[in-house]
């Protein structure tokens, strides 16, 4: 990896660049307009009062689920409770972020190869398996760089009204959106919050701190690219309806955490973000999209991925959650494989 001080030393050089680390990739480049209009649909609804479910139907769920999973409901006698369910898939998923992809890919041929020369169906079988698995990682993350998606999630997150913002991550994992926006909008304070240990002390312990993010220099209006080291963190592990805050952050995030609750509960998932807010500040969420690529992702890595309840939604169906539930949407839209919407409490 290229060291911290290196890109502080050379970010001038390397605002638009883009290239591949064993595990992930760094992009420091902005869409073009061609790109943009490509990667990026914004504001596709005009009324949010005018739709129905009716118009939009229910979202996709994900019923294919983890073998580990299965294997603990069918030794328990019991539903997987969703804390464990969490915490199975915090390891499980880190285990992924952390490959040597190109090494993995050349594993994964190799032992396909020695399955055909053994004969051995199963083993054949076995290693086709994770063959798949490693070539779609490293495509989806890798190649489209789908899952941290910098250009898209800074294209959702620009121009707001902030300065210097308390940023407040529910579910944080390893608080990639939160560092994000506090690149764009810096000077501010992030707290991250999760409760399960491991992602304090490991997701975002061990998150690479040579990975750039690309911001504002406040001083210039120009571009800077930021690290991990260079935001103002405080990461809390703790339930998020046992926290002592009050309505005192600028930012309410979330990421990928309204589609694992039934509707029954998605009022009280709005309400977490509600709140926190300061009046004036922003909710800003995002889930996975429903479409026929996430479909298959989700199948083919339900291993990896589906520990718990998984819906896929439209933007459409994840705006009429937050509309139904009080909230007006200044800003929604969808990237490669997120919606994301930004809105304030009515």
Not at 6 to 13: A, D, G, M, N, W
Not at 118 to 127: L, R
Not at 286 to 307: C, F, G, W
Not at 335 to 346: E, T
Request: proline share 5%.
């Amino acid at each position: 990896m290229i060291g911290l001080l290196q890109y502080e030393t050379r970010s001038s050089l390397e605002l638009d660049d883009s290239r591949l680390e064993p595990s992930f990739r760094i992009d420091l480049r902005n869409f073009s307009e061609e790109e943009y209009n490509k990667y990026v649909k914004l504001n596709t609804v005009n009324d949010w009062s005018l739709l129905s479910w009716k118009d939009v139907g229910k979202p996709y769920e994900v019923t294919s689920f983890a073998r580990e999973k299965k294997d603990w409901e069918a030794s328990n006698q019991t539903e997987l409770p969703p804390h464990l369910s969490w915490q199975m898939f915090n390891r499980s998923f880190h285990e992924w972020f952390v490959k040597d992809v190109p090494a993995e890919m050349d594993q994964s041929k190799q032992n396909f190869l020695k399955g055909l020369k053994n004969f051995s169906y199963s083993e054949t079988k076995t290693a086709l398996g994770e063959m798949i698995r490693i070539h779609l990682w490293n495509y989806a993350h890798r190649i489209e760089d789908g899952i941290w998606d910098p250009r898209g999630k800074r294209a959702l997150f620009e121009g707001l009204d902030l300065s210097k913002p308390r940023i407040l991550f529910l579910g944080a994992a390893e608080g990639y959106e939160a560092m994000q926006l506090s690149a764009m909008y810096p000077g501010g304070e992030i707290v991250l919050v999760d409760y399960d240990p491991f992602c304090k002390e490991t997701r975002f312990g061990h998150f690479p701190e040579s990975y750039p993010f690309l911001g504002t220099n406040p001083s210039t209006g120009g571009s800077k690219v930021y690290h991990k080291n260079d935001f103002n963190v405080h990461y809390v592990v703790e339930d998020i309806r046992r926290l002592p805050f009050g309505k005192e952050f600028d930012i309410v995030l979330s990421v990928g955490l309204l589609e694992h609750f039934p509707d029954s509960l998605k009022s009280e998932v709005v309400e977490w973000h509600r709140k926190f807010l300061r009046p004036g500040g922003y909710i800003i969420m995002t889930t996975p999209r429903a479409q026929l690529k996430s479909k298959l992702y989700y199948e083919i890595m339900a291993d990896v991925m589906n520990h718990t309840y998984r819906e896929l939604m439209t933007v459409e169906q994840m705006g009429l959650y937050l509309y139904e539930n009080g909230l007006d949407i200044l800003r929604h839209g969808y990237i490669k494989v997120h919606n994301g919407i930004i809105a304030q409490p009515r």
